[in-house]
């Protein structure tokens, strides 16, 4: 036997466990495991838990905060439009050294699965083709799927059909979309559809940015999930942001959540950039402009978190750690109750694996699956979100790829004696 993580608390099990680790696979799992394994990590009764999954990033665009401008206004219009001038100045190397970098703040983290979207207009495919070899070394660590983004538009930006059937042509696994931002309704609706024939001739997955607008009138999930019901793809449609939500009538909500449920649509919801990008046009009160996640969850409808942006003309901050999004959603979407807080950790965990395409046969801390796992300096998923806690271990398939040693602070004021100050309660 390669390892065993002694003491562990896993959900789901009421007594702390062992985890029995052996060929990169979890062999057993049981209160007191006797064989003697090579190695022994004491996790002394902290939490293990399956490996967080960024459903929503942009690789491309990240740490290109500032360059060339800041986003003064902070709306999302003025991001693509600084983005849009940023990227005419992608070279592989420099693509190359941003994305690395974020990849590897995610796997700090404990992230083992990214979903990137990767701008496409742009007639050189830079990202694209950078972002691709990204992908490869770091397969078997981070697994990376890249979605064919048209950030200018399929229909308003030149040659966006071509571009996107090139971009799925040199490797991008997901087609995307972003019907809000065509020139016309009808524009929208045919992106939306352009978007399932690719799908559709690839045999691909779909992801696309939806409705991110405080507008009422942007309805195209409602294109969306009913184009997935028509053509057989529930399961494999992911609609991104669908901010508009927030701003609908409760009757079009109703409706539209149901229509979304029947589509099997999953949701991908992105606090960090939406909390700042949403409501500018507004004075007061400010509408949040947020998608319905409460409601979405409780109609049944799997919702993960998005990392989005680090550090670009959309939003300014991150790390690449996931939980700490989730700190953010649980202020954002006011999921403080004591049962909607372990919910929320669903929602970095569990749901964006699955939308991702994990079954449990590959993802969880069960018996036979690959040993991808994360040790973190808290007891409960409750504590991990208050303290955003260290990841002290990161293991995939059963080898340790990150280890965190958590800082450590003193109180030491003149005549007092040193005293080491612990913010676990
Ligand atoms: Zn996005």
């Known amino acids: 036997m390669d390892l065993i993580l002694r003491n562990a608390r896993i959900r789901g099990h009421d007594k702390n466990v062992d985890i029995a680790v052996n060929d990169g696979l979890i062999t057993k799992i049981a209160p007191k495991i006797t064989t003697r394994p090579r190695q022994v990590i004491d ?203 927030h701003s609908v009538d409760n009757a079009y909500a109703f409706k539209l959540i149901r229509l979304i449920k029947r589509a099997g649509l999953h949701m991908v919801t992105n606090p960090c950039d939406n909390s700042v990008l949403q409501g500018r046009f507004d004075t007061y009160p400010k509408r949040r402009g947020h998608t319905r996640v409460k409601e979405l969850l409780a109609a049944g409808v799997n919702v993960g978190i998005g990392h989005d942006s680090i550090m670009d003309p959309w939003y300014p901050l991150g790390v690449g750690d996931p939980v700490q999004v989730a700190f953010v959603w649980i202020h954002y979407g006011q999921m403080s109750g004591a049962t909607e807080i372990p919910q929320v950790w669903d929602m970095i965990t569990t749901n964006p694996a699955r939308a991702f395409g994990a079954t449990d046969k590959t993802y969880g801390i069960i018996v036979g699956n690959p040993a991808d796992l994360v040790l973190l300096d808290a007891e409960t998923e409750f504590d991990a979100l208050r303290r955003i806690a260290p990841r002290l271990l990161v293991i995939r398939n059963g080898q340790i790829v990150a280890r965190t040693t958590p800082s450590e602070t003193v109180l030491c004021p003149k005549g007092w004696k040193k005293e080491a100050i612990d913010f676990r309660i």
Not at 178 to 203: N, S, W, Y
Not at 235 to 241: F, I, L, N, Q
Request: net charge negative; hydrophobic share 40%; charged share 25%.
């Open 43 to 245: 996790c002394a009764g902290k939490l293990v838990s399956p490996p967080f999954t960024d459903i929503h990033v942009h690789l491309d665009a990240v740490l290109t905060v500032g360059q060339p401008r800041f986003n003064q206004t902070g709306t999302l219009i003025e991001g693509i439009e600084i983005w849009a001038e940023r990227k005419k100045t992608l070279t592989f190397d420099d693509v190359k050294r941003r994305a690395t970098l974020a990849v590897k703040w995610e796997l700090a983290h404990g992230v083992t699965r990214i979903r990137s979207h990767v701008d496409v207009c742009d007639p050189d495919l830079t990202a694209v083709k950078t972002l691709l070899e990204v992908k490869k070394e770091f397969a078997g660590l981070v697994d990376l799927q890249l979605v064919a983004f048209p950030q200018d538009g399929i229909y308003a930006f030149p040659k966006g059909e071509r571009l996107m059937k090139q971009a799925m042509e040199l490797g991008c696994d997901i087609v995307g979309g972003i019907p809000h931002h065509e020139m016309t309704r009808d524009d929208g609706v045919a992106d939306v559809k352009f978007a399932c024939d690719l799908a559709q001739q690839f045999q691909a997955k779909l992801d696309l940015h939806i409705d991110e607008t405080d507008d009422p009138h942007s309805r195209f999930t409602e294109v969306l999930a009913a184009e997935t019901i028509k053509r057989g793809l529930s399961g494999r449609v992911t609609a991104s942001h669908t901010t508009s939500m």
